[in-house]
């Protein structure tokens, strides 16, 4: 039931760009993204709705194709601040009571 | 700006103890969650509430139990500590919210069981 994600880790210079990839095998109503700085919490970054409809920080973009279950969130121009380990949490169509988180992507990101 | 705060960041146990994770949120969120963290394993969820007195399992709930008296309050049970429950330990709070319906995590507890 938990979503995978892939690749489990990048590694980036500055400036360049990512894809970070978000799998479900059920039915989703909404995706939600996170990051998680080591020892920190993680930290809400973007939502993305059944139907279409966008909400999160500014300087990040994702994509939603409900049809295949899969969410994307792109990094561009991707800056030291952008290293941690990002996480999906998938809401289900049948369970909107909670998320179910995939197993993380640890992104490191080098002068 | 103090969201969900969790009783301790770091914890030490003997295998066989009784151990309370003890989490409080202060935006009044009817749900409450706690995950569980491992390396390559992400987060795990263990149990939820989603009213006072109310709990539901989440996909690893075996060796824990939880306790939702309050509404700001949800405590993590584990009534025999093992080792294979030394791990990373989330409470996570989620409910209504502008401009963002985000779940928002306390600050974790690093659980090692010897």
């Known amino acids: 039931q938990q979503p995978v994600q892939s690749p489990q880790a990048v590694i980036l210079r500055e400036g360049e760009d990512a894809v970070i990839n978000c799998s479900s095998s059920k039915a989703l109503y909404s995706v939600h993204w996170y990051r998680q700085k080591h020892g920190e919490a993680p930290v809400f970054l973007m939502i993305l709705l059944k139907g279409g409809e966008q909400k999160g920080h500014e300087k990040i973009s994702a994509s939603f194709n409900e049809k295949k279950q899969q969410s994307s969130l792109y990094l561009t121009a991707s800056q030291l601040s952008y290293s941690g380990t990002y996480f999906c949490?998938?809401?289900?169509?049948?369970?909107?009571?909670?998320?179910?988180f995939g197993t993380g992507t640890r992104l490191q990101v080098f002068p | 700006d103090v969201k969900v705060t969790q009783s301790s960041r770091y914890l030490v146990k003997r295998t066989g103890e009784k151990v309370f994770l003890e989490c409080v949120q202060d935006m009044d969120h009817e749900n409450m969650f706690w995950y569980r963290q491992d390396p390559g394993l992400g987060l795990r969820l263990i149990y939820f509430?989603?009213?006072?007195?109310?709990?539901e399992k989440g996909d690893i709930p075996e060796g824990y139990s939880v306790s939702r008296e309050k509404k700001e309050r949800f405590s993590l049970i584990l009534e025999s500590a093992s080792t294979n429950q030394t791990s990373m330990y989330l409470c996570?709070?989620?409910?209504?919210?502008?401009?963002?319906?985000?779940?928002?995590f306390g600050p974790g507890t690093r659980l090692t069981v010897l």
């Open positions: 509430s989603y009213d006072v007195k109310m709990k």
């Open positions: 996570a709070a989620w409910g209504p919210g502008e401009p963002y319906n985000e779940q928002f």
């Open positions: 949490g998938t809401e289900l169509i049948r369970d909107t009571d909670k998320l179910i």
